[in-house]
């Protein structure tokens, strides 16, 4: 009941702000519909009066709202702003294209997920789980940009050999370039995230017991999946809401009809009936996922959770090879030397005679579009995109572990994740402003929910441990429970899901930026400086693989960072923690 009121009221809270977005804006709805209609009448007032008459406008916000509402109720989602033809049949063939788009995309991610935690799988059956695994392998695919694999599949495999069409939609051969485009980054998350939770799996004493008494290391290997899949299935159903409303860069470039580009096209146009439609549909999308989601990882758990009988998922503390240890510094390093080398050199300056120069001793990284040394943007852009995302992943985990502590807020954070960063970003910018710091505050206020989705799910498993029965029948209040008991279980898998994101975050802030929510141009933006060079990826590869790589650099340095730190940090035994504990309640 509690979680149904929470998606009651999270639903009506985004219905309101998307219904306001253009007086939030504080641009006159009726004169973007004129321009969207008819670009060469002049502005006068009488036309305005006419649209502001036609559309409803003159009523105000609520009763355009409410009217919308009504309509709805009935079936009738009104007519388009801009063409003026009903909005229904044109969100049902766009849902239908991005709910195929979505399906084809989260095969793409479960094939590679699995792949991903074939080897942990492999040795923690054979029980020679030892070293701890960096993911490397895992996070360069997270941390490149979507619409970047987008365009490098399309220029080698449609272009290049043929092999797949280029644009369009309808047929199977047109839906696997954006299918892997936007399964590749999905996967590799849900591939991390499951391969860092399987070590622990495979040290709970089930796990030597099966192995000890001669048990087929596949059906070791199978039961350890089953026993990790539920922390980690919330950020399944948040993929495939992604999927189907986020894809918006890879939807316009293979020109695919899909929800993401419509809802994006509605909001810059300011077309409020299609744009309300578009949002509602992914709302009630993320509803039945997370229903779905909740009611599959409770089919799994069994009667272990409703019981308390379910064990503590302790992930293990594991040797930090020297190839990690070297690999972080490595990393840091060449990081480092790029930064430093361009913060030498000048942003701004334009060489009209050295357009897309490839590198060379005058531009060691090449030029961009305009003559701009890469390099030099390249440096004075790390501090303002990986700081304000490190700033941004600090809140989001904050948040998100606030959030996720909090009984019945499941509800909400489905809501808040369906709702288009797009969206969120113009809702923010109409009332801050753009900006720097309106684009962070547009990332953080929904890039918080698969962590707090995360936090959640294992917190509801750690709630279930027998330890935590033991404690609180010993006396131990919740406030005491959650810091000794729950936390400790719940904050290490949480904080690497959100050190896996800060790549992911610096693309989010520069993609507003590049939209006009963020800072203003020429600032120097990894995110502005793919957006900007992508149509040139063919003629200078440099200009787009520079602040690719530098993405990756971002990502596999966390990661690898996190390794050595989660190696080097003091394992606490469980036994010990409780018997330490039990003390204190007694005392």
């Known amino acids: 009941m509690r979680g149904f009121a929470g998606r009651a009221l999270a639903l009506v809270g985004v219905v309101l702000a998307v219904g306001l977005l253009p007086w939030l804006t504080r641009n006159d709805p009726a004169l973007t519909i004129l321009h969207a209609r008819y670009a060469d009448r002049p502005p006068t007032p009488e036309t305005l009066a006419a649209i502001r008459a036609e559309t409803g406008l003159d009523g105000g916000p609520l009763h355009v709202l409410g009217g919308w509402l009504g309509g709805v109720v009935r079936g009738d989602f009104g007519m388009s702003w801009v063409s003026g033809a009903p909005v229904g049949p044109d969100v049902t063939a766009a849902l239908g294209v991005s709910l195929s788009l979505m399906g084809c995309s989260l095969l793409v991610a479960v094939v590679l997920a699995g792949l991903l935690c074939l080897r942990t799988l492999r040795l923690g059956a054979q029980r020679q789980l030892v070293r701890a695994r960096a993911g490397v392998v895992g996070a360069v695919p997270a941390a490149l940009p979507e619409f970047l694999i987008a365009a490098v599949l399309a220029t080698v495999f449609a272009v290049q050999l043929g092999w797949f069409p280029a644009v369009g939609w309808g047929t199977f051969p047109s839906a696997v370039l954006p299918a892997v485009a936007m399964g590749i980054p999905a996967g590799a998350l849900l591939g991390r995230l499951l391969d860092d939770a399987l070590p622990g799996a495979f040290a709970e004493p089930w796990a030597r017991a099966a192995a000890a008494g001669g048990i087929p290391g596949a059906r070791v290997a199978l039961h350890a999946l089953r026993r990790t899949l539920p922390g980690v299935l919330p950020q399944f159903g948040f993929v495939v809401v992604g999927l189907t409303g986020g894809a918006v860069a890879v939807e316009t470039l293979f020109a695919i009809p899909g929800l993401g580009g419509t809802a994006l096209s509605a909001a810059l146009a300011q077309d409020l009936p299609v744009l309300q439609a578009s949002v509602l549909v992914l709302l009630l999308l993320g509803v039945v996922a997370g229903l779905a989601v909740r009611g599959l990882g409770l089919l799994l758990l069994g009667p272990a959770l409703r019981d308390g009988a379910l064990p503590t998922l302790v992930r293990p503390r594991l040797e930090a090879g020297r190839a990690v240890r070297w690999g972080a510094v490595l990393v840091t390093v060449v990081f480092l030397g790029v930064v430093v080398a361009g913060l030498l050199r000048d942003p701004y300056a334009i060489d ?233 309640v007694r005392a």
């Open 352 to 584: 009209v005679t050295a357009r897309l120069a490839g590198p060379g001793s005058g531009h060691p990284l090449g030029t961009d579009s305009l003559g701009r040394d890469t390099l030099a943007r390249l440096g004075h852009g790390a501090g303002r995109t990986v700081l304000a995302a490190l700033a941004v992943s600090v809140v989001t985990l904050v948040a998100g572990v606030l959030v996720g502590l909090l009984p019945g807020s499941g509800g909400f954070t489905e809501m808040v994740n369906a709702l288009p960063a797009i969206v969120a970003g113009l809702v923010v910018a109409g009332v801050a402003g753009p900006g720097a710091v309106a684009a962070a505050v547009a990332v953080a206020v929904v890039a918080w929910a698969p962590l707090a989705a995360h936090t959640r799910a294992l917190y509801e498993q750690e709630r279930a441990a027998p330890h935590v029965a033991a404690a609180r029948a010993l006396g131990a209040g919740r406030g005491w429970v959650v810091r000794r008991h729950v936390l400790p279980g719940v904050l290490p898998g949480v904080v690497r899901h959100a050190v896996l994101r800060i790549p992911a975050l610096a693309l989010a802030l520069a993609s507003l930026s590049f939209l006009g929510l963020g800072a203003a141009p020429p600032a120097p933006e990894w995110g502005r400086m793919l957006a900007e060079n992508v149509p040139y990826a063919e003629r200078a590869p440099w200009a787009v693989l520079a602040p690719a790589g530098a993405l990756v650099v971002l990502g596999v340095g966390a990661v690898l960072w996190a390794a050595v730190a989660g190696a080097a940090s003091r394992r606490v035994r469980l036994s010990t923690a409780v018997d330490e504990g039990f003390a204190e």
